[in-house]
């Protein structure tokens, strides 16, 4: 997520490659306070909630599924809760704390998984139960790095730009055992998920990778790839991205996402939302981006 972790918790899914330096570490005071700016609700097949709230000092982000955050995007700091650090612990540490830090530097965070195809990331953008993640996780079983699964930070200046997250992608328990990932190991997870998480040697580093497109993904009853109206496309684009309730910070990740629409290519990708139709999606995407 762009950022050079230095901590002593034993975190499993960060890979090399430099960046913003970022302490990690654990707080033990009491639950931070302060004004509510986003809830998250429970949703169909999606049991976690959690809230965000703006702190004397900062931001505190709560999950249901790992407890407390408390973010100092200044410095830039994240602390956890003392206790256990699981795997689902460490990769919400990826999503909402590190998303305030990267917009408070002008960046956006996207509700979106990547991959990288050659040597350019393909960004795939979303709602929850769209696909994103299986399709991620379907391209890197076919040899593709996984860059991101469900949260990707992207900056437009001087390039359009992918910074890579954790090296591992959860799954449907019923969709893991349709994907095998060459140099990826498997870790049960709650609530009937299954993570894969790259070796050492399958993680690549963590530069950012330049953006080849962003492809907008769509229900449909067959496999068809299409160019996006850009005004369309801004406008979905900023629908998936985090967004603190300020006007400076979503002016900022406005341009960001506008910048971005205006510089690499946008396509809708229509396509029944099934295993089946991966094969052919795969190879539609591939084609697409040989050119």
Not at 6 to 25: A, F, I
Not at 26 to 36: F, H, I, L, M, S
Not at 179 to 201: F, H, K
Not at 226 to 239: H, S, W
Request: charged share 20%; hydrophobic share 45%; aromatic share 6%.
């Amino acid at each position: 997520m762009g950022f050079d972790v230095m901590s002593d918790l034993p975190l499993t899914t960060l890979r090399h490659g430099g960046g913003t330096p970022l302490t990690v570490d654990v707080w033990a005071g009491p639950d931070p306070e302060g004004e509510e700016l986003i809830r998250w609700r429970a949703r169909p097949r999606n049991p976690f909630h959690g809230r965000l709230i703006r702190t004397a000092s900062g931001y505190g982000f709560w999950a249901s599924d790992a407890g407390w955050y408390v973010i100092d995007p200044s410095a830039p700091r994240i602390s956890i809760e003392p206790g256990d650090l699981s795997l689902t612990r460490e990769l919400r540490l990826f999503g909402v704390p590190t998303s305030v830090c990267a917009v408070m530097v002008g960046d956006a965070a996207i509700h979106a998984s990547a991959v990288e195809i050659g040597d350019k990331a393909v960004l795939f953008g979303g709602p929850s139960l769209y696909g994103k993640t299986t399709l991620a996780a379907a391209f890197a079983a076919r040899g593709h790095r996984l860059l991101t699964e469900d949260t990707t930070r992207v900056r437009s200046a001087p390039r359009p730009s992918v910074f890579p997250g954790p090296s591992a992608v959860r799954l449907r328990a019923d969709i893991a055992s349709s994907i095998s990932i060459a140099g990826y190991q498997r870790m049960e997870m709650p609530n009937g998920r299954l993570a894969l998480i790259a070796d050492t040697d399958a993680r690549g580093d963590g530069r950012p990778v330049l953006l080849h497109s962003v492809i907008l993904l769509r229900p449909g009853p067959n496999v068809a790839l299409r160019p996006a109206a850009r005004v369309a496309a801004a406008r979905d684009l900023f629908a998936l991205s985090f967004l603190l309730p300020s006007s400076e910070h979503r002016a900022s990740t406005f341009r960001t996402i506008t910048d971005i629409v205006a510089s690499v290519a946008v396509m809708n990708l229509e396509r029944p939302l099934t295993l089946d139709a991966t094969p052919s999606v795969i190879r539609a995407i591939e084609r697409y981006v040989a050119g």
